[in-house]
Antibody, heavy 121, light 107 residues
Framework: EVQLVESGGGLVKPGGSLRLSCAAS????????MNWVRQAPGKGLEWVSS????????YYADSVKGRFTISRDNAKNSLYLQMNSLRAEDTAVYYC??????????????WGQGTLVTVSS | DIQMTQSPSSLSASVGDRVTITCRAS??????LAWYQQKPGKVPKLLIY???TLQSGVPSRFSGSGSGTDFTLTISSLQPEDVATYYC?????????FGGGTKVEIK
């Protein structure tokens, strides 16, 4: 059974940093692209970042480019999102999601339960 | 950047009705279009990819069509368990942009 479990969310002050993690199990992690998608309270889905299976291709939404860094450790079956210079508008539930393919441009077939990030003073 | 526009933003229909949701891309995206269902308080679920390919386990009352800039998601006979917000998403290029969502309710 495919499982994606996010962790690392919490309350952080504007300008602060946070590192999210996603532990994957139930599939060959190194064969699939991975993604972060966020959803602000009461709002729609916003794609944040994608990384291909071998980390060769990495993409970011304009809203987070230069502030967030996606990475993965295939040996540890883990996905990460380093978030720096956080703003109030980054407040959201952050989902880890698996891409249907190895390439970093693929539909998202499995999603974690999400971790809440709140940016507030 | 390519924008994805969904319409309507919400709709109310009766059980058994045929429901159609539209997604329009600001530029052509071939068939690199996915549809997701998010039930209240739940995680999004992939329904359709490649514009018309039904994801495994999704009921056959859901179907997708379109290519280029105009796409539709159709529920052939609306069921109570279909109450949800539906999102389209493009994946033809680096930015995997979502549409704004369509909230479907039962009348």
């Amino acid at each position: 059974e495919v499982q994606l479990v996010e962790s690392g969310g919490g309350l952080v002050k504007p300008g602060g940093s946070l590192r999210l993690s996603c532990a994957a199990s139930g599939f060959t992690f190194s064969s699939y692209s991975m993604n972060w998608v966020r959803q602000a309270p009461g709002k729609g889905l916003e794609w944040v970042s994608s990384i291909s299976s071998s980390s060769s291709y990495i993409y970011y939404a304009d809203s987070v480019k230069g502030r967030f860094t996606i990475s993965r450790d295939n040996a540890k079956n883990s996905l990460y999102l380093q978030m720096n210079s956080l703003r109030a508008e980054d407040t959201a539930v952050y989902y880890c999601a698996r891409g249907l393919l190895a390439m970093a441009r693929a539909p998202l077939d499995y999603w974690g339960q999400g971790t809440l990030v709140t940016v507030s003073s | 950047d390519i924008q994805m526009t969904q319409s309507p933003s919400s709709l109310s229909a009766s059980v058994g009705d045929r429901v159609t949701i539209t997604c329009r891309a600001s530029q052509g995206i071939s068939n690199y279009l996915a549809w997701y269902q998010q039930k209240p308080g739940k995680v999004p679920k992939l329904l359709i990819y490649a514009a018309s390919t039904l994801q495994s386990g999704v009921p056959s009352r859901f179907s997708g069509s379109g290519s280029g800039t105009d796409f539709t998601l159709t529920i052939s006979s609306l069921q109570p368990e279909d109450v949800a917000t539906y999102y389209c998403q493009k994946y033809n290029s680096a930015a995997l942009t979502f549409g704004g969502g369509t909230k479907v309710e039962i009348k």
